[in-house]
């Protein structure tokens, strides 16, 4: 331990400082290795491209995912009218209309459930 003259306020005082512990000196040598290795440019050219590849990726997977959702609610909602239609011009009991309208609703709820 070292001690320090301080001056406060026009009072001199002696401060006791501990030295750094063993643990900091270890964490401050990982982050400037950290800091060393980032100022290679061939690093930071790699880290960019990686980030640009999933940016990339990741904007055609919302699309594809986006595509695939409406093309889902239209097969859906001609599935439903379909059903509904059938069921008005009687080919299927309006018991079976309303058991077919309850799964699918009931599907679509399910599937709701499921991403959350």
Avoid at 5 to 11: I, K, M, T
């Amino acid at each position: 331990m070292t001690q320090e003259n301080l001056s406060v306020a026009g009072e001199d005082k002696t401060v006791v400082v501990s030295p750094e512990p063993p643990l900091a000196r270890g964490l401050n040598e990982v982050f400037e290795a950290a800091a060393n290795t980032l100022e290679h440019e061939k690093v930071v050219e790699a880290i960019t491209r990686w980030i640009n590849s999933k940016v990339d990726k990741s904007s055609a997977d919302n699309e594809f995912r986006r595509r695939s959702h409406y093309v889902g609610t239209c097969f859906s909602a001609l599935i439903f009218v379909g059903i509904g239609v059938m069921g008005y011009l009687k080919v299927i009991p309006a018991d079976g209309t309303m058991g077919l309208l309850g799964a699918l609703i009931g599907y679509w709820y399910g599937q709701r459930q499921k991403q959350n």
